[in-house]
């Protein structure tokens, strides 16, 4: 099993910056491959970023490449998600979520383990 809190959310306004973080435990960190998604309002759950388990490769959505990073600390079992030049339209639940294996991937039905969410309101 494998426990995902996250934190770091808040209310920022248009512009500014935030850095969530998602503490995981359970499992040997260094092995999971781990990602960011989130879910807005009335809208389905979306990807975010993610990132191998084995090499470190990133992948994001085109809506983050640029303004979002991903990173992970494994000496800490924490994953990040640094975002910036954050627009009202990121507002939403973000989840911590891993699973097994290699590589990232965009699909939240292949990620078997979540976090419960850390809600991100972007003001403008």
């Known amino acids: 099993q494998v426990q995902l809190v996250e934190s770091g959310g808040g209310l920022v306004q248009a512009g500014g910056s935030l850095r969530l973080s998602c503490a995981a435990s359970g499992r040997t960190f260094s092995n999971l491959i781990m990602g960011w998604f989130r879910q807005a309002p009335g809208k389905e759950r979306e990807f975010v970023a993610a990132t191998n388990s084995f090499d470190g490769t990133r992948y994001y959505a085109d809506f983050a490449r640029g303004r979002f990073s991903i990173s992970r600390d494994i000496a800490k079992n924490t994953l990040y998600l640094q975002m910036n030049s954050l627009k009202p339209e990121d507002t939403a639940i973000y989840y911590c979520?891993?699973?097994?294996?290699?590589?990232?991937?965009?699909?939240?039905?292949?990620?078997?383990?979540w976090g419960q969410g850390t809600q991100v309101t972007v003001s403008s």
């Open positions: 979520a891993a699973r097994s294996g290699l590589y990232g991937s965009r699909v939240s039905d292949e990620y078997g383990y």
